[in-house]
DNA sequence: CCAAAAGTGTTTCACGTACACCCATGC
DNA sequence: GCATGGGTGTACGTGAAACACTTTTGG
């Protein structure tokens, strides 16, 4: 007990949702409590912020511990400072929403963590503390912003196809979109850069991949462009 | 010296962008810091969360300490732990905005913050800590969130001129709009309620006062109306 | 009667939406 | 040659944007 304040303070922790996609559809990462409380019960990874690195910088490292996650898209959520939301004492949490390729990652468990798995969004069980109502926050939150920013990408692998692209789309969003307005508005957006390659391995006509252009998205961005699905 | 932790813990503090609006245009409340650091500077309002309040409160009881202000919107921004944002300690803050009725409102000093003033937003002073950033952060989402979501209606008084509310829009778009088609957009949206009475007191024609009618908005909202400006 | 702002409609254009068939490929 | 999904164009309707004059009121 070496740390002393004349005032009691709030323990200070972030949380965050991992989204991931598959053929399967929207996935979300939990973590199973090893500890009290809610040992056994499913959770939202994250932990103690440390006096000496930034809350960012708390989120991506809790990410790795416990689910081996790294370099992922991290973006803050809110904060939740309800008194009574962690029954050991009064805890404040700095919730992050993720986006992670679901393709190019391998997920573990780790640290205070027993298993970490992959949960379909429509199948979800009960989590611990407020986590319900943070995934909850995090999902709207995903569903309003993917129309307006192409964070979207960050769930698809680097090259992909018009029909990934827009299979996507109707997932996060739960509706069907019309496959020649969607491409025709994509396309005319012109921050997609066609590739020289086609899908391989189907078994039939392959499918063109193309590439979200960074760079080209800022330029417009900056002239004024607004990205919209 | 009365609480102990076993691991540092960061200050958790809370400050809050307050805009108000009058015939000058969109105004920021400020105070002027009493104690070190940046004693003399000028400041947002917020302070110390208390272990036993929620967040919300925390900013609720600062603005009323500071400013005088109750009863106000206000509205989570987001948090800030940069690890050297205040020269004394690690620092975590979670940042708000509010709007208030300027009209309505009587603002005091109080505390720790010898003055509250309220400046134009475009002769705004370098302001203390990383508040410069907030304020701009506050200041663009205001600006995002004014277009599709009726809280523009919290800078205005309860009965206002369809002039009034075309200025608002203009003054924090910072573009004109059209006289026409703002009426006929706004009208048409139906959750402004006519009422009997003209303002008063103007040497031309007087305009029609209207009320924004909240329980029609949400009852639209509920069948998938969505505010846009 | 003059100044000042309130109030009001129509036309045009861009964009969203609905919709169906041929093509390329692998097996 | 057949099954499977890839790829393409047009017509229609809705809503945004541009635009100017008459009315009311107070001084």
């Not at 973590?31 to 990874?45: C, K, S, T, V």
């Not at 025709?184 to 997609?192: D, N, P, Q, S, T």
Request: net charge negative.
């Amino acid at each position: 007990m070496a740390y002393k304040y004349e005032f009691a303070r709030p323990a200070l922790t972030v949380d965050c949702v991992v989204f991931g996609l598959d053929d399967e559809g929207l996935k979300v990462l939990l973590i199973e409590r090893a500890l009290e409380p809610f040992r056994g019960r499913w959770a939202i990874p994250g932990g103690f912020v440390r006096v000496d690195e930034s809350l960012d910088d708390a989120a991506l490292r809790e990410l790795q511990e416990e689910t081996g996650l790294k370099k992922v898209f991290l973006e803050q959520l809110c904060t939740v400072g309800t008194l009574d939301r962690d029954p050991r004492e009064r805890v404040v949490t700095v919730a992050y929403y993720a986006l992670v390729r679901l393709s190019n990652h391998r997920v573990q468990a780790a640290t205070d963590a027993r298993e970490a798995l992959w949960f379909a969004m429509d199948d979800l069980p009960t989590l611990a503390f407020d986590h319900d109502q943070i995934l909850e926050s995090a999902y709207e939150r995903l569903q309003a912003k993917v129309r307006y920013q192409p964070i979207g990408f960050e769930l698809l692998p680097n090259k992909f196809t018009l029909r990934q692209l827009q299979s996507m789309y109707e997932i996060i969003l739960d509706r069907e979109l019309d496959k020649r307005n969607f491409r025709k508005k994509i396309l005319g957006m012109g921050v997609l850069t066609e590739l020289d390659e086609v899908e391989a391995d189907v078994a039939h006509r392959a499918a063109r991949l193309y590439r979200f252009n960074k760079a080209e998205y800022r330029r417009l961005t900056k002239q004024g462009f607004n990205f919209e699905i």
